[in-house]
């Protein structure tokens, strides 16, 4: 996708730079059907069947269309338990794109949070950090350390247009690092920040905080999960960097962390995970988990093939006619919701369209899940598969107590490279139904909550008949539509 100019000035829409050759068949289920499954899956949207779903925009992990470049190299992966030239050539793309020496393999982001949190947390110990992400917040407080979020104020105030909503909030890091000094195991900054509607960190904001942890002997880790639409904003949005090639800030970036890991389900459009650190020291003290938890050190609990998919799409994430589809499409859809007067978490992020759950039904309390509630709406409304990034997705306190989130939001992912703008264009026209029709919406309760990342797990039951009611009224405005 590039920046190419349309005739009609009032007419500009994102373009695509590269081509489909590969097509999967979409079913749409009846508005009834759709009543049925979500039910079925306990309201909860993790639990629903692809099979039934239109539009899965539950998450950009792992479901990113692979180039033509990056399928041509899983052919040549080569598949030996030690010395795989394999591991050589991802090495080789880790340092050439992140400027990066060493690495440890793991079979996905996850896996990387559990061994740096094996390695550096213990009971007692605190990670500060801009925000948390939930496999994160789980491994370190498994180890029984407490997450401490630092994100400035702006980004968690919906209205803000702050370009960099991720930012730490440099006074407060400054004042938690002196009262908490001993007790800090690490310190960890996610870029393209999750949970907060993938708000970018800026590259002011990270060296700066890069620098007092030095200053402080605190170890850097940084989550470079999301660093694909993070680096997309820098260059576009940061102005020391407009003139800077991906790669030198990459490199300058990952030469201020001490280590860094991501996803591949979602940086390198591929599967796996990968610990990065040019501190020997560091390394041995990680090392010994890879055997033990994920495999051999050649790959770490990786499918060869992913691996090699993996080293070509790093290259690929250098490239800002790749990186831009994703950032271009959310801030299309965006602008039409916004234009609308849906509230949507603004400005335009990485990763996916979110929207404010709390606005669309500002009485229904945290504990009737409103972003929740928003999830099981769109798949009847559309067949649109979202994900609540809300009250759910919080663990509840050790008292048993709901964790209210801070914010309610439903996140619709957007998929790099695999929909089109017409697509895009049916997610904006449903979720203005749903807005139009907020009123017939009510909360969901839980039936079964399991005690750790109940998200993925649970299931729920409707409040009332709301959802019968929309079906209602979805046939009056809709006809026999599907
Ligand atoms: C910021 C961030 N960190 C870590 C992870 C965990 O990665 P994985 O899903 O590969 O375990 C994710 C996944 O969504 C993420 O968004």
Redesign the pocket.
């Known amino acids: 996708m590039s920046i190419v100019k349309f005739y009609r000035k009032e007419h500009q829409v994102p373009l695509e730079m590269h081509k489909v050759r590969i097509v999967q068949k979409l079913y749409l289920p009846t508005v009834e059907e759709r009543l049925a499954k979500i039910n079925e899956a306990g309201n909860n949207t993790f639990l629903l069947q692809n099979k039934d779903i239109y539009m899965d925009m539950l998450?950009?992990?792992?479901v990113n269309a692979m180039s033509d470049n990056q399928q041509a190299a899983m052919f040549q992966a080569d598949d030996s338990y030690a010395g795989s030239e394999t591991c050589n050539r991802l090495r080789k793309a880790i340092e050439d794109v992140l400027g990066i020496s060493q690495f440890l393999p793991a079979?996905?982001?996850?896996?990387?949070?559990n061994i740096i949190a094996e390695t550096f947390c213990k009971p007692g110990d605190v990670v500060p950090m801009n925000f948390h992400?939930?496999?994160?917040k789980a491994h370190i407080t498994r180890m029984g350390a407490e997450v401490v979020e630092l994100v400035a104020a702006k980004g968690l105030a919906a209205d803000s247009l702050d370009p960099f909503k991720g930012d730490f909030d440099i006074p407060r890091l400054k004042q938690f690092i002196k009262d908490n000094k001993e007790r800090i195991s690490f310190l960890r900054i996610?870029?393209?920040?999750?949970?907060i509607g993938g708000q970018p960190v800026s590259m002011a904001n990270m060296l700066e905080v890069s620098d007092i942890c030095r200053k402080e002997g605190i170890i850097t880790v940084l989550?470079a999960?999301?660093l694909q639409d993070n680096l997309y904003f820098i260059k576009t949005r940061e102005s020391a960097y407009k003139q800077k090639s991906t790669k030198e800030i990459l490199h300058e970036l990952c030469a201020a962390m001490d280590i860094t890991?991501?996803?591949?389900?979602?940086l390198g459009f591929a599967?796996?995970?990968c610990i990065c650190t040019n501190n020997e020291e560091l390394l041995l003290k990680m090392k010994e988990f890879v055997p033990l938890y994920e495999g051999f050190l050649t790959y770490g609990g990786m499918e060869v093939r992913s691996m090699e998919a993996i080293a070509v799409g790093l290259y690929e994430t250098l490239d800002m006619e790749y990186i831009n589809q994703g950032p271009m499409f959310i801030e299309y859809m965006v602008n039409e919701l916004d234009e609308y007067g849906v509230p949507v978490v603004k400005p335009a992020g990485g990763?996916g369209v979110h929207l404010d759950a709390s606005r669309f039904f500002p009485d229904m309390p945290h504990d009737q899940y409103p972003a929740g509630a928003l999830a099981a709406a769109m798949y009847i409304a559309g067949g649109i598969r979202g994900m609540e990034r809300g009250t759910i997705s919080e663990q509840r306190n050790p008292d048993g107590s709901e964790r209210y989130a801070e914010l309610e939001l439903l996140r619709i992912a957007i998929p790099r490279r695999v929909y089109t703008l017409s697509q895009v264009e049916y997610v904006a026209d449903r979720i203005k139904w749903v807005w139009d029709n907020r009123n017939l919406i009510g909360g969901l309760r839980f039936v079964e909550e399991p005690p750790v990342l109940r998200f993925f797990f649970g299931r729920l039951e409707p409040i009332g008949n709301w959802q019968e009611k929309l079906v209602r009224k979805f046939r009056e405005d809709f006809g026999d539509s599907l």
């Open positions: 998450t950009d992990s792992g079979h996905q982001g996850r896996a990387c949070e992400f939930t496999t994160t996610e870029t393209g920040t999750n949970l989550d999960s999301l890991y991501f996803s591949a389900r979602k599967r796996g995970g990763l």
